[in-house]
């Protein structure tokens, strides 16, 4: 299965191809150009592979929470090219994917992810990650200050994302149960890939139209 991943919900803009067993990436720290750059860097991932865009089978995106902007910018790129390519969408936590990264670069199954939502929250996620990039949320996603936070079940947690450092009492709080390695890790599009297969395989992709994003904000005012 030929796979194309898209990230935009942070600072970072990323896309990945992964095309059988290969991986081809383009990545960019640049903030505010991602719709400037992330066409171009699809062009220069399917380039690369020598791979035609209508064999891509699976498109693959980080559905948020994260930057409204970015989030959005996403999720529109993605919408158009799936409906162009008659090609099923598979949305992805973008927290998952961050929880999928520092399984990557530091090892640790077992990742707390907390990312700075301004206006004194964060966005909170805790994740398994299997030694094949599989990430599987832990309840449930969530927003809130983070003093508000419950923390994960027991001991020996990773943390990763800017809340950490946004929060440093966060990270005194839950000092005995999460060691805090990667604070300032963005989300990457490879990171979205195997957890897009994953959930493909169980039936949860979707059409390009019901490719949707994921604030958290929103939801939780709307609930309450």
């Known amino acids: 299965m030929n796979i ?4 935009t919900a942070t600072d970072g803009c990323s896309v990945a191809l992964a095309v059988t067993g290969t991986l081809f990436c383009r990545q960019s720290s640049e903030p505010r150009i991602h719709a400037r750059r992330v066409l171009g860097m699809v062009d220069e991932c399917l380039s690369e592979a020598s791979l035609a865009p209508a064999n891509v089978d699976l498109i693959t ?4 929470p994260g930057s409204f902007t970015g989030v959005r910018i996403a999720t529109a790129v ?4 799936a409906l162009g390519l008659e ?6 936590s973008s927290l998952a994917a961050a929880a999928v990264g520092v399984r990557r ?4 199954g077992r990742v707390a992810v907390c990312v700075d939502a301004r206006m004194d929250e964060c966005y909170w996620g805790l994740y398994t990650v299997s030694d094949n990039g599989v990430a599987e949320l832990l309840g449930e996603e969530s927003i809130a200050g983070p003093d508000a936070l419950p923390g994960p079940p027991a001991p020996g947690w990773l943390g990763v994302g800017s809340g950490w450092h946004r929060y440093p009492e966060l990270a005194r709080r839950m000092d005995a149960d999460v060691e805090v390695l990667e604070p300032d890790l963005l989300p990457e599009a490879r990171d979205l890939i195997e957890t897009a297969r994953a ?3 169980r039936g949860e992709a979707v059409a390009a139209d019901a490719a949707m994003p994921v604030y958290l904000r929103e939801q939780v005012a709307w609930r309450s």
Do not use: I, K, N, T
């Open 4 to 7: 194309l991943a898209l990230e």
């Open 78 to 81: 993605v919408q158009g090219l």
């Open 199 to 201: 959930a493909y395989d």
């Open 105 to 108: 670069q530091r090892g640790g």
């Open 87 to 92: 090609c099923p969408v598979m949305p992805v």
């Open 61 to 64: 995106f980080g559905r948020g």
